[in-house]
């Protein structure tokens, strides 16, 4: 029971992902004479950190003080401040302004940090002076230390996955072991050091793409354009492009001018590698669709970004086997005839790091490219095969243009990688605005407009 001088003090505390507190010092008074902005911008009452709370906008939301009631109690409301992925109460997304109540749960973005308004009566009143105003922003109790805080990751531990990236870590940690462990063995090594790069090379793009997919799938197209590639099923691709069609590969002595290289180029390389590439995502495509949902929607192509995260994940197979049973074995095998075994080994090490990096610019962007085309055609079937015809040309256009540039300058195989990027990255902004499912991407949650 309080006196008539008592009081009630009301507080946000900021809470874990698991409900519990996260520390003295996540406890912020409001003041009961002005409001108190939250965001990310330093200007706010309450900052959050820029790089743990990227969903959180630069002024997110406010909480305002009502003027007081009858009974001479205080309240406040909690006021969305056209937040770039919303503010929630209680688990609804909050439109406008609402009162808060004792106990209420607010949440900045769906799976963004949260707050629980709280208060407790105190039996003298609290002087606020200007510098007891920002108190908003400072720990309650400065000097005392929670266990939490001392062993963090008892109250993280479910963010470690979801925010910190522990997955791609405990990755990491597993491959350098085995790069360790695989020291005298050069072979090996090589699988081991390519294997990470595109892992490395691939999860980039998987986060910009910002949709989630099985890693069964992703790594099933990876492996089902190895099995191609060492099927027959190549030659026949190899005979129908190289052979009836004008693709085949000039010889280094054969004199040859640029034009009629490119053209050789875009037969023989960029629309023989690109179908091939393309073949596993088809088939997902045609396999999804005989699946009940959500199955179908799971592992299928149903959108752009789709096709662009099955046909990369398809690239990321081409490029490991390319360069690891084609490119580096040759160079290796060359140099240690010319200059010896530790020589050829370096050299070969040498190559395989470019390449497989490069694939960001190279395989995976025709291919994610033209996956982009693919999951456009399957949202606008009525127009499906003019879509798929530009997305074709677009992408085998890109690979003959950098296959035909190397032999000529490194500046213009520079502009060419970079204008594959670029166009891996625009096809990657526009799938995620043409998503259906963009409110539920991660990528796109980062994304303030304020």
């Given at each position: 029971m309080t006196g008539k001088n008592a009081r009630h003090n009301a507080f946000l505390r900021l809470v874990s992902s698991n409900g519990s507190a996260a520390g003295p010092e996540s406890r912020y008074l409001l003041p009961s004479n002005h409001e108190m902005v939250i965001g990310r911008d330093s200007s706010c009452q309450v900052v959050l950190d820029a790089m743990m709370y990227r969903m959180v906008s630069?002024?997110?939301?406010?909480?305002?003080?009502?003027?007081?009631?009858?009974?001479?109690?205080?309240?406040?409301?909690?006021?969305?401040?056209?937040?770039?992925?919303?503010?929630?109460?209680?688990?609804?997304?909050?439109?406008?302004?609402?009162?808060?109540?004792?106990?209420?749960?607010?949440?900045?973005?769906?799976?963004?940090?949260?707050?629980?308004?709280?208060?407790?009566?105190?039996?003298?009143?609290?002087?606020?002076?200007?510098?007891?105003?920002?108190?908003?922003?400072?720990?309650?109790?400065?000097?005392?230390?929670?266990?939490?805080q001392l062993f963090p990751?008892?109250?993280?531990?479910?963010?470690?996955?979801?925010?910190?990236?522990?997955?791609?870590?405990?990755?990491t940690v597993v491959f350098v072991v085995l790069m360790f462990a695989t020291v005298g063995h050069p072979k090996a090594n090589q699988v081991i050091v390519g294997s990470y790069i595109a892992f490395a090379a691939y999860y980039f793009v998987y986060q910009l793409c910002g949709k989630t997919k099985p890693w069964w799938i992703l790594m099933s197209m990876a492996l089902t354009t190895m099995l191609i590639l060492l099927s027959p099923l190549l030659d026949f691709f190899i005979f129908v492009f190289r052979v009836i069609l004008p693709g085949s590969l000039p010889s280094p002595q054969e004199p040859i001018t640029f034009t009629e290289l490119l053209v050789r180029m875009f037969f023989g390389a960029g629309l023989m590698e690109e179908s091939l590439k393309a073949l596993p995502v088809l088939g997902v495509y045609l396999i999804a669709n005989s699946l009940p949902s959500p199955w179908r929607e799971r592992i299928g192509v149903q959108e752009p970004l789709d096709g662009i995260l099955l046909g990369t994940a398809s690239a990321v197979g081409f490029t490991l086997l390319e360069t690891l049973g084609q490119y580096v074995p040759v160079i290796t095998q060359n140099v240690t005839q010319q200059a010896g075994v530790g020589t050829?080994?370096?050299?070969?090490?040498?190559?395989?790091?470019?390449?497989?990096?490069?694939?960001?610019?190279?395989?995976?962007?025709?291919?994610?490219?033209?996956?982009?085309?693919i999951g456009l055609a399957v949202l606008k079937p009525s127009l499906g095969w003019q879509i798929l015809a530009v997305g074709y040309l677009s992408a085998a256009g890109l690979h003959a243009l950098w296959n035909a540039t190397g032999s000529i300058n490194a500046l213009l195989l520079v502009v060419v990688g970079v204008l594959s990027y670029a166009f891996l990255m625009a096809a990657i902004l526009k799938a995620r605005a043409l998503s259906p499912t963009r409110s539920q991407n991660f990528a796109t949650r980062f994304i303030n407009p304020k």
């Open positions: 630069r002024r997110h939301a406010v909480v305002r003080p009502l003027p007081l009631s009858p009974d001479r109690k205080s309240t406040w409301v909690i006021c969305d401040l056209n937040s770039a992925n919303g503010t929630f109460l209680n688990g609804q997304l909050l439109e406008g302004c609402q009162e808060l109540h004792l106990g209420d749960r607010i949440s900045l973005g769906a799976d963004g940090p949260q707050f629980i308004f709280e208060y407790e009566f105190v039996s003298q009143p609290t002087v606020m002076t200007s510098q007891a105003t920002s108190l908003s922003s400072t720990p309650l109790e400065p000097d005392s230390v929670s266990f939490t990751i008892i109250s993280t531990g479910k963010d470690l996955t979801r925010k910190a990236y522990l997955i791609p870590g405990i990755l050829g080994q370096l050299v070969g090490l040498q190559l395989l790091i470019p390449r497989i990096l490069g694939s960001v610019a190279g395989h995976m962007a025709y291919s994610g490219y033209l996956g982009y085309f």
